[in-house]
């Protein structure tokens, strides 16, 4: 379930994730579109969050900047 493997790189799903995040996006938008369980997509957010790769606003996230470069 890690969003950031061992080298430093993006797993495929958190790639996912983060393109589901060019506009604000909360976290149960996320679970419908991905099909994944809220206790999945919670985690692998605040993983994305502790990375500075995804800015929480609110009940909303966003992809920052540092995220994008990592696309």
Do not use: Q
């Not at 993006?10 to 996320?30: Q, Y």
């Not at 997509?41 to 920052?64: F, N, Q, W």
């Amino acid at each position: 379930m890690a969003c950031i493997n061992a080298d430093g790189t993006l797993s495929d799903s958190a790639k996912l994730l983060l393109r589901l995040l060019e506009g604000p996006v909360t976290a149960e938008e996320i679970a419908a579109r991905l099909g994944r369980p809220m206790f999945w997509i919670r985690a692998s957010l605040r993983e994305l969050v502790g990375a500075d790769l995804v800015r929480a606003e609110s009940a909303h996230y966003v992809i920052t900047e540092r995220g994008r470069e990592k696309l």
